[in-house]
C-alpha cells in the first residue's frame, strides 16, 4: 500500500450492549475497584481522642517534663498544628488527659455503686472497692494520671488540676452519702471529710499494690473494705460496737 493510499482507519464503533470494546479495561474478576477522591477526613472528636489517649500513655510512662507537644503529635499520626488546634500548648493537652482520665475513673466507680444498691454494709465496701481496683489494674495509665495531677507543669497547671480532681473527689463522695449504710447518720461535714478519707485510704492502697504485687487485689480489697466499714459504722453510732469483724460475733440480720 502506498503512502497516499495510507489512511488512518477512524475507531471501531461497538456494538450497543457490547462491554468488551469499553475505552478502559473491565477490572479482573473479584478484584474490586479502588475508590477515587479524598481520604477520609477523620472527625476531630476522633482526632482528640486518640491524642488524649496517646498523651496518657507517654506522660503515665515519662512523666510531664518527659514529653513534648511534638512527641504527641508525631505519636497519634497527626501533624503538631492538630495538637495546637484542638488543644493549645502542652499544659493544656495535660489537663484534658486528666480530665479524660477522672472521668474514665468515676464512670466506673458510678457503674459501680449503680450496680450494688441493694448490697449492704461491707458487702457494698468491697464491691465498689473492686471496681475502683479493676480500672486501676485494667487502665494503669489512666490511674497514673491520677496521681501525676498534684505535682506536674507550672503552678495554673497545678491548681487547674486539682480542682479536676476535687472534682471526682465531691462526685464520689456525693454517691457514698446517697448509697453506702452508715452514711446516712452522719452529719453532712463528717459524711464529707469521711467518703475523702476513704477515697484517699482505696488510693493509696492501689498505689501499694502497683508497688508491691506480693498480696492479691482480693486480699488487698477485703482488707480495706474491712479498714473502712468498721471507720464508717464507729462514726454512725457514736461507739465500737464489732459488727461482723474477723474474731467478733456479727450483728443478726
Known amino acids: 500500500m502506498s503512502k497516499l493510499q495510507k489512511k488512518e482507519m477512524p475507531p471501531t464503533t461497538a456494538p450497543a450492549g457490547d462491554a468488551s470494546a469499553t475505552s478502559e479495561a473491565?477490572?479482573?474478576?473479584?478484584?474490586?475497584?479502588?475508590?477515587r477522591g479524598r481520604p477520609r477526613q477523620v472527625?476531630?472528636?476522633?482526632q482528640r481522642e486518640t491524642i488524649l489517649a496517646t498523651a496518657?500513655?507517654?506522660f503515665a510512662t515519662d512523666g510531664f517534663d518527659g514529653v513534648t507537644s511534638e512527641r504527641i503529635a508525631e505519636a497519634s499520626g497527626v501533624g503538631r498544628p492538630t495538637v495546637y488546634q484542638l488543644f493549645g500548648s502542652k499544659n493544656e493537652v495535660f489537663l484534658a488527659a486528666i480530665d479524660r482520665a477522672f472521668a474514665r475513673i468515676l464512670s466506673h466507680v458510678r457503674r459501680s455503686f449503680g450496680t450494688t444498691v441493694n448490697l449492704r454494709?461491707?458487702?457494698?465496701a468491697v464491691a465498689n472497692i473492686v471496681s475502683y481496683f479493676e480500672i486501676v489494674t485494667q487502665e494503669p495509665d489512666t490511674f497514673q494520671m491520677l496521681l501525676l495531677a498534684d505535682r506536674s507543669g507550672d503552678a495554673p497547671t497545678r491548681d487547674a488540676a486539682k480542682v479536676i480532681r476535687r472534682r471526682m473527689q465531691d462526685a464520689v463522695a456525693a454517691y457514698m452519702r446517697a448509697t453506702w449504710e452508715g452514711f446516712q447518720d452522719l452529719t453532712e461535714r463528717d459524711a464529707q471529710l469521711a467518703a475523702t478519707l476513704i477515697a484517699s485510704a482505696?488510693?493509696?492502697?492501689?498505689?501499694?499494690?502497683?508497688?508491691?504485687?506480693?498480696?492479691?487485689t482480693a486480699e488487698i480489697v477485703q482488707f480495706v473494705a474491712d479498714f473502712v466499714w468498721a471507720g464508717i459504722y464507729d462514726l454512725a453510732v457514736?461507739?465500737?460496737?464489732?459488727m461482723g469483724r474477723k474474731g467478733s460475733?456479727?450483728?443478726?440480720?
Open 26 to 35: 473491565a477490572p479482573a474478576s473479584g478484584t474490586a475497584r479502588r475508590p
Open 43 to 46: 472527625p476531630l472528636e476522633e
Open 56 to 58: 496518657t500513655r507517654l
Open 121 to 124: 454494709g461491707r458487702k457494698q
Open 202 to 216: 482505696v488510693e493509696t492502697s492501689a498505689v501499694y499494690h502497683l508497688e508491691r504485687p506480693d498480696r492479691t
Open 238 to 242: 457514736g461507739h465500737d460496737i464489732p
Open 249 to 253: 460475733t456479727p450483728k443478726p440480720a
